[in-house]
Nanobody, 129 residues
């Protein structure tokens, strides 16, 4: 599977933004898909994960209640809907896919996916007034 994240941009604090993770070369519905972000000067941070069947997504405490991840299988796409954005959400956002299909087995460090086809090219999200 090859992934491409898109949809980032510059928004003001409190705004909403939806980023997409589109897959080619495989059916994304067969994979658990996670989102990560990497801000300058900070460690890579796991953001969310959704199972292959789309149920019970999980979120990092820093985004829980503000971010939602969901699938559009017909488009071979997973979305990250971000609301009430804050300046500390500024980062490059990446998606990653795991054929194990269950978030309980997803590598939240990202080391299993980073730099591989299952690690998508990122999209920049900047939250600033």
């Amino acid at each position: 599977v090859q992934l491409q994240a898109s949809g980032g941009g510059l928004v003001q604090p409190g705004a909403s933004l939806r980023v997409s993770c589109v897959a080619t070369g495989a059916t994304l519905a067969h994979y658990a898909v996670g989102w990560f972000r990497h801000a300058p000067g900070k460690e890579r941070e796991w953001v969310s994960c959704i199972n292959s069947n789309g149920d019970s997504p999980t979120y990092a405490g820093s985004v829980k209640g503000r971010f939602t991840t969901f699938r559009a299988n017909a488009k071979n796409t997973v979305y990250l809907q971000m609301s009430n954005l804050r300046p500390d959400d500024t980062a490059i956002y990446y998606c990653a896919a795991d054929s194990l299909s269950e978030c309980a087995l997803f590598d939240r460090s990202g080391e299993l996916y980073y730099g591989k086809n299952s690690w998508g090219k990122g999209t920049q999200v900047t939250v600033s007034s």
